[in-house]
């Protein structure tokens, strides 16, 4: 199953909070911006996947759009752990985290959302369904505190 296109969706939705609106450098924030991703495949599945990027939606979408997505067509969705490996080479000089880490989770997860939808299974049942005690992973962000 190949991937045929790589797409970055920017959403903006009012923030609506029942106290003040929480300040970014100085600015107050009044939006909550996102950035979802779809991959599609010569299958006709589509999967969606989620940038997590504290504000950063340009930067992240134009990552996507410029050195992910051209990189990704044309490529095997369903070896995710390939493409995960390579997009994490392809990023090498991007850096490891902030936008560049953010882009490559949200195909990440799209693939994973493909690999569901094409066994016809939940996600934790290709994980293991519950009986694994741990499950390798990566963080995009700092460590806190």
């Known amino acids: 199953m190949k991937i045929t296109a790589v797409e970055p969706i920017a959403l903006s939705l009012p923030m609506l909070l029942d106290a003040d609106q929480p300040m970014q450098s100085g600015v107050a924030r009044t939006t909550v911006d996102m950035l979802l991703v779809r991959v599609d495949t010569d299958a006709g599945i589509s999967g969606w996947g989620e940038a997590f990027d504290l ?61 569901g939808k094409a066994a016809g299974l939940p996600l934790h049942r290709l994980l293991g369904s519950g009986g694994r005690t741990s499950l390798p992973a990566y963080a995009s962000l700092l460590r806190y505190g």
Request: hydrophobic share 50%; charged share 20%.
């Open 55 to 115: 504000r950063a939606v340009p930067g992240t979408k134009a990552i996507i759009e410029t050195m992910l997505a051209p990189f990704c067509i044309g490529r095997d969705a369903t070896d995710i752990t390939g493409m995960h490996y390579a997009l994490e080479r392809s990023l090498l000089v991007s850096g490891r985290n902030g936008p560049a880490r953010w882009a490559q989770s949200a195909i990440d997860i799209a693939l994973w959302d493909i690999a």
